[in-house]
């Protein structure tokens, strides 16, 4: 009997949320809030998986690099997108005397966190005749844009076993087109004030095991100072002045690596490792949405910032909800006293200047993101309970609950049985409109600058681009996309609650 | 003497509401907080006398219980104590930038009115056709889309590309001297945010505005003037309009709070010299005399309009009047 009874009551149900389903399915507005919603939270789940960096990734590109896809446009048709390579040399010139081997580095020994390498090489003398000797690696690569931002080259580099010999590595950028050219990028005598090509061959210290890093990028002072006055730059001496000079067409580019040995005697010896070497361009394009100040991926910014400002608005609403509808049913169902006090206190607390005095709490309990979360709970659940009180006070009366009392149900069975389930759909639609209204207050607190710094919030994307110049220097894909994700996201649920409000509340049923 | 008695009930639960938010608010600022203001004032290079001399300065050597009594003299005499920030009494800075804000609340908030109430005026008495859709879809998109959006988008376009407006302060500096010149300079320094602030708050005034009427126009005694052959905009503004007047009138004044704490974000994105920026400023500062007061006034501002929409509900609605009267 009792399992029957339930049987017929789960039926009941489904059929219910069948009819409702049914009757959601025709409101347009309610379809796109919940298409919205979704996609949203697919976006959250898979984050790890779709973002294309790691959100704290610097560097990726030049900062402020345009959306890869506004090379649509034929203005910015040949602008250099990033590419990072290894530099995969060959042998050009190699010379009897001196061993050139490919080995691949285990990074172990190396005591790299991370390499990629497909080819570091291992150049060894071992005794010959005391000229001068010199061997030349190159790598060609094709550069099909106009004049780069930034370039960088790296690669790790060793000498060990050195007896009797000076050495020299060099590295050199070549143009091969109409008026082929040659610059000097970096060689291992440099020393900064000695512009002119500093080939002495030294012996004086080695490194020992160690790898030294080498960076040379064109937006380093010391990187530009050697690369100025070989493009016969004096002044006005930026990395895009000196890399339209370097790089004004598009055709053939090689790096050229020389290392060049200088034995005292015959017995001389000396083994030098190249290792890691690899060539950036930072592009001026980059992405779905671009780059900001700190060269990072908007896109990826974004992806993470949904599960932030998701959860905000779930936790906050859900909590705020279950207080609001808490106390708005003790108070209308209990009365006297008790309700007295919660109202007098509901209105004590709508007379607070909410927003000033989160931003107060927020700033001296500290910036923390699950601090705000509570203290938006905390303030937002007033007006919740003041309609949920209302609405019991009616239903108290009504004639279905008077029967139920009549025929001796208790007071806790009326509540569950009764008030319950008619004030659900009524806190229903109210959390689906307190969830905009968390992610909003959550957005404009750390878009003021009031934000948990370890979060990367939504509202802190836009925080960043107001205080990092993206007004003057109109990158407009780093103030909107996040402002747009924002809208987009409280539209999908304020869309929800509207379509609930217009399926629930039967006055506004009546009109077509 | 019905509307008296109710006034003074209503006028002694605000005061006593605002004693308990003064209360409250000693309390967090005062006795909870972890924040030392003294060490945000001073440097690293500042001598353990000169903080004590800081310290003595701002009395906060006093013990709590006599620094209570001096906050609330400081609030209810409307001094405030000295802000730590700009280091002139609180009040000065007040009256500085006060009437900045309410210059700019008061205009979005007249311009919002006119049009919202007018465009919600229209859509309800051409309910289902396209001028409706469109108002309703303005409410729900002003609704649903912050307010900074548009303001952010507005200073984009119009402050940093094409460069049409000026961007922040209320003038330029040194402002104009001569009195016409200065009212167009403060105009064209004032038009963004106004606008701005109007066409983000129209749209929920329309919405409003509009079922409120279309509530109105499906009762019987609309029925009855169309009946008598009675125009149409006389019966929205005689038997509309006028009923639905005392609840327009309530969410004026209940809204007034929202508008004050929303010009927060309008202020900080226009840098706009008002209370809402300077709040900003001073939180950030821990300038906590500055903020005791902003909050002070705030709770003010809350209440004065509770008790505001509460009065004129009173006033404007005959079946609430009469009540009274018995």
Known sequence: MGSSMRRIKLKIMLSRI?????????????????????????????????????????????????????????????????????IDFTIAESNDYIDVEFTNYDPEICGFL????????????????????????????????????????SFRWRVVDIR??????????????????????????????????????KEDYIYGDWPRLVKISTDYEESLSRIAPQVGLKEGITSKSVLKEMFPEKGEYGLIMYVRLNPKSTNASCEIDIIDPEYVLLGSAHGILGTNHEGADILSRLIYGVKVSLSIGLIVAVISVVIGTFIGVVSGYVGGFVDEVNMRLVDLLLCLPIFPLLLALVLMFGRDLYLIMFLLALLSWMGLSRTVRSQVLSLREMAFVESAIASGATKGYILVKHIIPNITPLVFTSMMLSIPGAILSESSLSFLGFGDPKVMSWGRIINNAMNFGAFPRGAWWWIFSPAVAIMLLSAGFVFVSHALDQIINPRLRQRK | MGLGRYMARRFLIAFTTLFVIVNVQFFIFQVVNPVDPVRLMIGPGFTPETRQMLIVLYGLDKPLFERYFIYIKNLYTFTFGISFLSRRPVIVDILSYLPNTLYLLGLAMI???????????????????????????????????????????????????????????????PPPTAPLEYLKDLLYHTALPVTTMVA???????????????????????????????????????????????????????????????????????????????LVHSTMNADYPSVQAMFFIYSILMLLSNFLADLTYGYLDPRIRVGMRR
């Open chain 1, 164 to 201: 009797n010999i000076g050495y020299n590595i060099e590295l050199s950028l070549v143009r091969w087109g109409n008026e082929p050219a040659e610059y000097s990028l970096w060689d291992s005598n440099f020393k900064k004030g000695t512009p002119e090509k500093s080939l002495k061959y």
């Open chain 1, 18 to 86: 069948k009819g409702f389903w049914e009757e959601y399915r025709r409101n347009r507005i309610g379809i796109v809030g919940l298409a919205i919603i979704l996609f949203f939270i697919i976006t959250a789940f898979l984050a790890p998986v779709i973002s294309p960096y790691n959100p704290t990734d610097k560097g990726l590109a030049v900062p402020l690099a345009l959306p890869l896809w506004m090379k649509m446009f034929p203005k910015n048709q040949d602008l250099p997108s990033t590419q990072i390579s290894e």
């Open chain 2, 111 to 173: 311009f919002r009115l006119l049009f919202g109430i007018i465009s919600g005026l229209t859509a309800a008495s051409k309910r289902g056709k396209r001028w409706d859709v469109t108002i309703v879809s303005i409410g729900l998109i002003s609704w649903a889309m912050p307010a900074f959006i548009l303001q952010l988008l507005f200073r984009f376009v119009f402050c940093s590309q094409l460069k049409w407006f000026p961007f922040g302060m209320m003038t330029s500096y």
């Open chain 1, 114 to 153: 991370e390499t990629t390498t497909i080819r570091d090489w291992k150049v060894k003398y071992n005794g010959g005749p005391t000229d001068p000797l010199e061997i030349k690696l190159i790598w060609n690569f094709n550069y099909p844009y106009q004049s780069p931002p930034i370039i960088r080259q």
């Open chain 2, 200 to 278: 983000m708050g129209f749209g929920s005034w329309a919405f409003y505005t509009r079922n409120l009427l279309v509530g109105v126009l499906t009762e019987d005694y609309v029925l009855t003037a169309r009946a008598k052959g009675i125009k149409e905009r006389i019966i929205v503004w005689k038997h509309g309009f006028r009923v639905i007047l005392p609840p327009i009138v309530t969410m004026i004044f209940l809204g007034l709070p929202g508008l004050i704490t929303g010009a927060i974000i309008t202020e900080y994105i226009f840098t706009w010299p008002g209370l809402g920026w300077w």
